[in-house]
């Protein structure tokens, strides 16, 4: 009988943010894998944040490449292949993901993997803070209040989903901005979205950065970097509880 895949959200980088049904399922598990890709060097940002909490022995690292796609189905067959190894004998395995693994997470490719492998696996998930919420709890930004829209895209989709976001929700936040970011500031600009704007990389670990989107224009950043975009908020406290007749909801 298949055993039990769990895939752990341990959050974007502060080790003080894993949660304690994180921390349960870390110690259930028989194996904890954690991805490693070229950037991060031998040890990633996964393995950083549960490192203190897991039983070295336990661990193992799978590699990614985040700057060559060709090997990317490659990687996820020899990924799913080590943990489907531990979930066939009936064991726990569980893999960690940076933020949430519901949410642009390589948890989401080794789920169906190993599930082709075993088909009568199960699947659980943790939950995670993601770097939105790290990003607004650090800059003090307020994602939504009232009846406020959000909309949460990748850069990596194209100016023109930026755009669109931009034009049609209150709150945007982009993630995955890097090389786009000296562009990204351009859009913010000519959609008047670039003052409130506010950028993040790093989070909660060395080398932090939180500041204006504007401070810099043409500084590019790494991948893993977040944009929040609020609305200008000019409305006395609780005005946005209302519907579009003005009624409060």
């Known amino acids: 009988m298949s055993g039990l895949l769990i895939g752990i959200g341990v959050g ?9 049904k994180a ?9 904890v ?39 990317r189905q490659e990687n996820w067959d020899r990924a799913g292949a080590a ?10 395995a569980a893999f960690c993901t940076l933020g949430d693994p519901n949410v642009y997470s390589t948890f989401t490719y080794m789920w169906h993997t190993v599930r082709g492998l075993l ?8 939950p995670g803070i993601t770097a939105m919420q ?13 009846n406020e829209s959000l909309t949460l895209l990748p850069l990596t989709a194209g100016e023109d989903v930026l755009r669109a ?16 970011m000296p ?10 979205r670039l003052e409130q704007a506010i950028y993040g990389e790093h989070l909660g670990v060395d080398g932090e950065e939180v500041q204006a989107a504007g401070a810099d224009t043409e500084r590019r950043g790494p991948y893993l970097s977040t944009v929040i975009v609020p609305p200008a908020r000019t409305e006395q406290r609780g005005g946005r509880l209302t519907d579009e007749t003005g009624r409060a909801i």
């Open 134 to 146: 790290d990003l607004a709890a650090r800059s003090g930004a307020i994602l939504t209040e009232g």
């Open 83 to 92: 943990i489907a190894a531990v979930c066939g004998d009936g064991g726990t």
């Open 23 to 31: 921390l349960k399922a870390l110690e259930r598990a028989d194996r």
């Open 119 to 126: 088909p009568d696996l199960v699947v659980e998930t943790v």
């Open 33 to 71: 894998f954690v991805p490693v890709t070229e950037a991060a060097g031998e040890t990633g940002r996964a393995e950083h944040v549960v490192a203190a909490h897991v039983d070295p022995a336990k661990v193992e690292r799978l590699g990614f490449s985040m700057r060559d796609a060709s090997v």
């Open 165 to 180: 976001a931009l034009r049609g929700s209150d709150t945007v936040v982009a993630y995955k901005g890097g090389r786009h």
């Open 12 to 20: 974007p980088g502060d080790p003080e943010h894993l949660t304690l």
């Open 183 to 192: 562009r990204v500031r351009e859009v913010l600009a000519e959609e008047g």
